[in-house]
């Protein structure tokens, strides 16, 4: 599978950015899909997953009622609503998919996304 993502950039404190994850190669279908971040100089972190068929999500507690995961299947796409930004969700995204069961664990994850960068000024 190879993963596109996009949307990143430059936004205030409070702001809002979209990210999208743009998915070829392989069934869509066939992969959760999940977002992590990696801020300068801390490991790679869990954001956000979503089910095969979209049903079901899991959130990271730092996220959770401000970052909204969905997937279109038809387009095969999966977005990062982000709402209510704040200077510690500067750092680079990545979305990644895994044919496991919805988890948090980056290691289970096959494919990867360059990353898009996100920053936010305070």
């Known amino acids: 599978v190879q993963l596109q993502a996009s949307g990143g950039g430059l936004v205030q404190a409070g702001g809002s950015l979209n990210l999208s994850c743009a998915a070829s190669g392989r069934t869509f279908t066939d992969y959760n899909v999940g977002w992590f971040r990696q801020a300068p100089g801390k490991e790679r972190e869990f954001v956000a997953v979503i089910s095969k068929n979209g049903v079901s999500t899991v959130y990271a507690d730092s996220v959770k009622g401000r970052i909204t995961i969905s997937r279109d299947n038809a387009k095969n796409t999966v977005d990062l609503e982000m709402n209510s930004l704040k200077p510690e969700d500067t750092a680079v995204y990545y979305c990644?998919?895994?044919?496991?069961?919805?988890?948090?664990?980056?290691?289970?994850?096959?494919?990867w996304g360059q990353g898009t960068q996100v920053t936010v000024s305070s």
């Open positions: 990644a998919v895994t044919r496991r069961v919805v988890v948090t664990d980056e290691r289970v994850y096959d494919y």
